[in-house]
């Protein structure tokens, strides 16, 4: 169902409509199919006078600028994306596109990532304009396509073929983070502010072959499967970042004795892997930022029942902590596995070493002010089209707040039954105001 043009200049008072109209597009990427989505939110914003502009690479995945003039501070952005993951071989109460509210919540795929973010900064930027007041400097809203397949046709194709749009523009808000997260049972509120890099390599093996009705010793199926069972499961050497010592120390903070004594013992290489292997399911996401991550994904190799073949590629998707190379996990791996098979880099995406935390604290008390729990920098370990500001160096930070309750955000993103409580966007989308009025461009 094709929600009808948004003309009327009152949505902004109803963040949860907003986020159901939004769900009701069926932007799956692949193919993405975002046009229709973007038109809508054009036609949004166009009704509260705002000013508008679109640039695509691709007619049907259109990406949308939209500026509320300000003062003479640095711009501030709001972005976000509106394609979502499949919702194949899952299991939904209600339909994953009806955007059907129901037990206090908004059903369907995107509304925890990220249509729910969008639509609290849509429903920001609207109350903003109807407000009819001056902000420290321009607001940019953002809508981007393509997020979820490494943002080709959204903000990694903007920032490269567009680089002009992002002038003077020094903070982002976009994902990841805003919403509670019980650590050690310290309440938290992660706010993103650097993230792990993309690294994609083929590794292909070479062996002898021939006819599979003889022996055949030293074949690169062999030496692929020696390599997989020794990447799979074994972590690399431990690299603390400072994007990781940030956020662990400020997890450390808030708890008491041998609590805090065991996360800080995180960030003593020599102790490292030993204090993860005590904290189990707990040290997932510490184990995740303070190791580059390799996982094989594909593997390619023989097209004939009865022929051994000469070659074997194998496809791993790597995460690099902040800072590192292709090369340096490349020298991990074969320091690993004991094999050199030949590497080729399919794709990397860097990002900064380090974060810049001058904003943090100004959106940190707007989150702390209203729960009574503690903001701390999160390094995320997967990836968000903030890699792609970085290179306009624009520093984002995750905030697109959330009160969830019991509700396991992380595991329901991009699972089935994905669903937030209506009352949350509009929390959420008061939070975002509120970081744009207290704005002023000084990160002070």
Same mark, same amino acid.
């Given at each position: *169902? #094709? %929600?009808?043009?948004?003309? #009327?200049?009152?949505?902004?008072?109803?963040?949860a409509?907003l986020?159901?109209?939004?769900?009701r597009?069926?932007?799956?990427?692949?193919p993405? !199919?975002e046009?229709e989505?973007?038109?809508?939110?054009d036609?949004?914003?166009s009704?509260?006078?705002?000013?508008?502009?679109?640039y695509a690479?691709?007619?049907?995945?259109?990406?949308?600028?939209?500026?509320?003039?300000?003062?003479?501070?640095?711009?501030?952005?709001?972005?976000?994306?509106?394609?979502?993951?499949?919702?194949?071989?899952?299991?939904?109460?209600?339909? %994953?596109?009806?955007g #059907?509210?129901?037990?206090?919540y908004?059903?369907?795929?995107? #509304?925890?990532?990220?249509?729910?973010?969008?639509?609290?900064?849509?429903?920001?930027? &609207?109350?903003?304009?109807?407000?009819?007041?001056?902000p420290?400097?321009?607001?940019? +809203?953002?809508?981007?396509?393509?997020?979820?397949?490494?943002? !080709?046709?959204g903000l990694?194709?903007?920032?490269?073929?567009?680089?002009?749009?992002?002038?003077?523009v020094?903070?982002?808000?976009?994902?990841?983070?805003?919403?509670?997260?019980?650590?050690?049972?310290?309440?938290?509120?992660?706010?993103?502010?650097?993230?792990?890099?993309?690294?994609?390599?083929?590794?292909?093996?070479?062996g002898?072959?021939?006819?599979?009705s003889?022996?055949t010793?030293d074949?690169a *199926?062999?030496?692929?499967a020696?390599?997989?069972?020794?990447?799979?499961?074994?972590?690399?050497?431990?690299?603390?970042?400072?994007?990781?010592? =940030?956020?662990?120390?400020?997890?450390?903070?808030?708890?008491?004795?041998?609590?805090?004594?065991?996360?800080?013992?995180?960030?003593?290489?020599?102790?490292?892997?030993?204090?993860?292997?005590e904290?189990?399911?707990?040290?997932?996401?510490?184990d995740a930022?303070l190791?580059?991550t390799?996982?094989?994904?594909?593997?390619?190799g023989?097209?004939?029942?009865?022929?051994?073949?000469?070659?074997?590629?194998?496809?791993?998707d &790597?995460?690099l902590?902040?800072?590192?190379?292709?090369?340096? +996990?490349?020298?991990?791996?074969?320091?690993?596995?004991?094999?050199?098979?030949?590497?080729?880099?399919?794709?990397?995406?860097?990002?900064?070493?380090?974060?810049?935390?001058?904003?943090?604290?100004?959106?940190?008390?707007?989150l702390?002010?209203?729960?009574g729990?503690?903001?701390?920098?999160?390094?995320?370990?997967?990836?968000?089209?903030?890699r792609h500001?970085?290179?306009?160096?624009? =520093?984002?930070?995750g905030?697109?707040?959330? =009160?969830?309750g019991?509700?396991?955000?992380?595991?329901?993103?991009?699972?089935?039954d994905?669903?937030?409580?209506?009352?949350t966007?509009?929390?959420?989308?008061?939070?975002?105001?509120?970081?744009?009025?207290?704005?002023?461009?000084?990160?002070?």
């Amino acid at each position: *169902m #094709t %929600p009808e043009p948004a003309v #009327t200049t009152d949505r902004h008072e109803e963040p949860a409509e907003l986020l159901a109209d939004l769900v009701r597009f069926e932007t799956v990427n692949p193919p993405g !199919d975002e046009r229709e989505c973007i038109e809508w939110i054009d036609d949004l914003l166009s009704a509260y006078g705002i000013e508008t502009e679109t640039y695509a690479r691709d007619p049907d995945r259109p990406n949308l600028l939209a500026r509320i003039p300000g003062g003479d501070a640095a711009p501030l952005m709001l972005y976000g994306h509106v394609d979502v993951v499949p919702t194949t071989n899952q299991e939904w109460t209600h339909d %994953p596109f009806s955007g #059907t509210r129901a037990d206090g919540y908004i059903w369907g795929r995107g #509304t925890l990532d990220m249509k729910g973010g969008v639509a609290m900064y849509l429903a920001a930027a &609207c109350r903003l304009a109807a407000a009819d007041t001056t902000p420290a400097g321009d607001v940019l +809203v953002l809508i981007v396509s393509d997020e979820e397949a490494g943002g !080709d046709d959204g903000l990694g194709w903007l920032v490269e073929e567009h680089p002009d749009l992002f002038e003077d523009v020094e903070y982002a808000l976009g994902e990841f983070g805003g919403f509670e997260f019980d650590v050690a049972g310290a309440e938290t509120y992660p706010i993103q502010t650097n993230e792990k890099q993309v690294c994609w390599l083929e590794a292909t093996f070479r062996g002898n072959s021939g006819h599979a009705s003889f022996p055949t010793p030293d074949t690169a *199926m062999g030496k692929m499967a020696r390599y997989v069972e020794a990447v799979d499961g074994n972590r690399l050497p431990v690299n603390i970042t400072p994007s990781a010592e =940030q956020m662990i120390e400020s997890i450390a903070e808030e708890l008491d004795g041998d609590r805090a004594e065991q996360f800080r013992g995180l960030l003593d290489p020599e102790r490292t892997d030993e204090i993860l292997d005590e904290m189990g399911e707990e040290a997932r996401m510490f184990d995740a930022i303070l190791h580059n991550t390799a996982n094989v994904t594909k593997v390619h190799g023989g097209d004939k029942q009865n022929v051994v073949p000469e070659a074997v590629t194998v496809s791993l998707d &790597c995460r690099l902590v902040p800072g590192e190379k292709p090369e340096d +996990v490349i020298e991990e791996l074969t320091e690993l596995t004991g094999m050199e098979p030949e590497y080729e880099i399919i794709r990397f995406d860097s990002g900064p070493p380090a974060a810049d935390l001058s904003y943090f604290d100004e959106l940190a008390e707007i989150l702390e002010s209203e729960t009574g729990a503690v903001a701390i920098p999160l390094l995320m370990a997967g990836a968000t089209d903030g890699r792609h500001l970085a290179a306009v160096d624009v =520093q984002s930070y995750g905030f697109t707040p959330m =009160q969830l309750g019991d509700l396991p955000f992380l595991d329901l993103v991009h699972s089935g039954d994905e669903r937030i409580p209506a009352e949350t966007v509009s929390w959420g989308a008061d939070r975002v105001y509120e970081a744009i009025t207290a704005y002023d461009g000084t990160g002070e």
